[in-house]
């Protein structure tokens, strides 16, 4: 019976046409905007991670209370020894010892009088140990504008807007005037190996990165770190993985109490990057609403149309000795495999166009000029495995819902009725 | 061939509500009918003819009185029962063919067979049995679409007559058809009532089918106005 179905489905295309190119569109838009939100919230959470969060981010217990001051006077110290302690028991994670700090950038002239001035935001992360990690998660070498990555000792990268600002070119000096770790004034003299832009507003606007040794020696810092922050090996931040680490590193590191004492947070407990998580993990749930509701009433019509159009086929069917409730459930299978073929069409043309956005992304950066908020200015789509069937959830559950709604008609016919429409 | 009675009809009356009122379209029908028989209710335009033919059929149920065919009470049947006894007992023709466009000859004679779930080789062998009977075999592929109106009134036929029904009711068979396809399709009508004593039951006002009928039941305004033997 279901290829006699199958066959009629077929070759009657006012009977699959429409419904399937309604299925088609709505499973490729919901499988499109399902990679592209995941890809662009994604992106959203990895840029944080990596400029600022981490995976996972360590800490003493009393920096994590001030953590929005960045304390630096609060900060870890015996960072050696904890990060040997962090690479063995937990090898398959990266880490990266950070300092962030304010400061005042001040230029000064041939004359050693300031030129320009402006506030600044540091971040302190290796660039010289040779280990690259960082430069990457920085993605600093594709995002130098002038000049070049430091290659030695007291250089250092300013944002290009920033350096427009105080006009400064590679090679000239400024001197950060900050306060080291011990709450006394730090006075440290650098020379611009380069500028950089993020493509991030906020952090094109006004920061400086410094190699972390450097930072260290300007603030006093021996042997110390603000945060160290974890990567784990998955593509995007993965909570249950996350939560794992959390878990044994409280194992190894039990609360004593200690305001010195090293914390852990996961990515969701920071910056509110907790409801984005969940925006993530609800937003295919929501697609799927609302392109089944949407598909639903219009294959509904549909089906109402294509109901009426058949009306002397069911009467037929009724004489030849089908009842109701078996032409209600072929018209069910028919939408199934109306519903099957429309979505696997739907799936594959989504996937191919968020390939396409994985692959070239969307720029948007000329829409984000002084956009204060850490997100990326290009939005590419992200393929997960639910991509590959999420589309069939509106695709099948539409098809099947507005098939049920409109095959209501049947059973309100009486069979004699039918069987005179049949005749008309 | 004519022997035992597989229908009674005792007090019919069916009823129709109209916004004029009640309609009657029946009104007190007594009748039987034997196996085998080659039967026609004639009358005019409203006569009661097609709603009689629907009773039987059990698409239909009366207002009043009995309808027994082969033993089941139409009356009392419900949904899926008077389905079933449509299903293994009974064929219909229709004035308009009714064929399913979009399937071939062959898958529309074989459809009956589906709902009655048999294999495929046996359905196959019945479906071709049935087009030889009407001699279609060389059409089994062609859609209805490219086929003239005698040859779809006789794939109507065999599609009815395929899976051996006790009982076949034709309504207006020729209306729509040229004298010569008439004849030839009454013809086959006749060959397949002798071969497998399949009772036939027209409603008719065709002069043309009248003159193969063995029995012709006239009906007016809802009465048996005579039921005669003829002589055909």
Redesign the interface.
């Known amino acids: 019976?279901i290829r006699?179905l199958l066959?009629?489905i077929l070759?009657?295309k006012q009977?699959s046409l429409l419904p399937v190119i309604i299925v088609s569109i709505g499973t490729m838009l919901t499988v499109l905007l399902v990679c592209w939100l995941n890809g662009f919230l994604g992106d959203s959470i990895e840029m944080n991670a990596r400029f600022a969060t981490g995976h996972i981010k360590i800490m003493t217990a009393a920096y994590q209370k001030n953590i929005d001051q960045v304390p630096n006077d609060l900060a870890l110290s015996g960072v050696d020894s904890l990060m040997m302690k962090l690479r063995k028991e937990f090898p398959d994670m990266k880490w990266g010892e950070r300092i962030h700090f304010g400061g005042l950038i001040d230029v000064p002239d041939n004359k050693g009088e300031t030129r320009s001035q402006g506030p600044a935001i540091g971040f302190g992360i290796d660039m010289l140990s040779g280990d690259k990690s960082e430069i990457e998660r920085f993605n600093l070498e594709k995002s130098i504008f002038r000049g070049k990555l430091p290659s030695h000792k007291g250089e250092i990268l300013m944002s290009e807007d920033f350096s427009k600002k105080l006009k400064i070119n590679p090679g000239d000096t400024v001197t950060l005037i900050g306060s080291t770790m011990n709450g006394s004034m730090a006075l440290y003299n650098y020379t611009v190996s380069g500028t950089i832009v993020f493509g991030a507003e906020a952090m094109d606007h006004g920061s400086v990165i410094v190699d972390m040794a450097d930072v260290r020696a300007a603030l006093d810092m021996d042997n110390a770190a603000g945060e160290i922050v974890g990567y784990l090996p998955d593509i995007y931040y993965n909570e249950e993985n996350a939560n794992k680490v959390v878990a044994r590193f409280q194992e190894i590191f039990p609360l004593s109490g200690g305001e010195f004492s090293p914390v852990i947070m996961t990515l969701r407990q920071q910056n509110s990057l907790g409801n984005m998580i969940d925006m993530i993990k609800s937003v295919g749930s929501l697609m799927v609403f609302v392109f089944v509701l949407s598909m639903s009433l219009v294959l509904w019509n549909a089906g109402l149309l294509g109901g009426l159009r058949r009306y002397?086929?069911f009467?037929?069917?009724?004489?030849?000795?089908?009842?109701?409730?078996?032409i209600y459930k072929t018209m069910i299978y028919e939408s199934v495999l109306i519903g099957i073929i429309g979505s696997i069409i739907g799936t594959v043309v989504g996937l191919l166009g968020s390939l396409y956005l994985q692959e070239h992304g969307l720029d948007i950066g000329s829409m984000m000029k002084g956009a204060a908020i850490m997100m990326p200015s290009v939005f590419r789509a992200h393929i997960t495995t639910n991509a590959f069937y999420i589309g069939f959830i509106p695709g099948l559950f539409s098809t099947v819902a507005g098939t049920m709604l409109s095959g209501i008609g049947i059973y309100k016919r009486?069979?004699?009725r039918l069987?005179k429409e049949?005749?008309a | 061939m004519e022997n035992s009675k597989i229908i009674s009809i005792e007090g019919l009356k069916k009823t129709f509500s109209t916004t004029g009122g009640k309609f009657t379209a029946l009104n007190g029908i007594n009748l039987e009918f034997g196996k085998g028989e080659f039967t026609g209710v004639v009358g005019p335009s409203g006569s009661g003819k097609?709603t009689l033919l629907?009773i039987i059929?059990s698409?239909?149920s009366p207002s009043e009185g009995k309808a027994i065919v082969l033993g089941k009470s139409i009356g009392e049947l419900n949904?899926?029962q008077?389905?079933?006894?449509?299903?293994?007992q009974?064929g219909?023709i229709?004035?308009?063919y009714?064929l399913?466009?979009?399937?071939t000859v062959f898958?529309n004679v074989?459809?009956?067979l589906?709902?009655l779930n048999m294999n495929d080789g046996q359905r196959k062998k019945m479906v071709l049995d049935s087009l030889e009977w009407l001699g279609l075999t060389d059409k089994i592929k062609s859609m209805p679409s490219q086929l003239s109106g005698g040859e779809c009134q006789r794939v109507a036929i065999a599609?009815a007559m395929v899976k051996k029904p006790e009982i076949v009711l034709a309504?207006e068979p020729t209306a729509n058809l040229d004298a010569a396809n008439s004849h030839h399709i009454l013809k086959s009508m006749v060959q397949l009532n002798k071969e497998f004593n399949t009772t036939f039951i027209f409603a008719t006002h065709d002069d043309k089918v009248i003159g193969y009928l063995h029995r012709k039941i006239s009906l007016v305004d809802g009465k048996v106005a005579k039921d005669e033997i003829t002589n055909n």
């Open positions: 019976m006699f066959k009629g070759r009657d009977r002397s086929e009467g037929i069917r009724l004489a030849i000795g089908e009842d109701y409730s078996h009486k069979t004699a069987f049949l005749e | 097609t629907n059929g698409l239909d949904v899926k008077s389905a079933m006894l449509r299903r293994s009974l219909f229709f004035q308009s009714n399913l466009p979009v399937y898958e074989e459809f009956p589906l709902l599609r309504d």
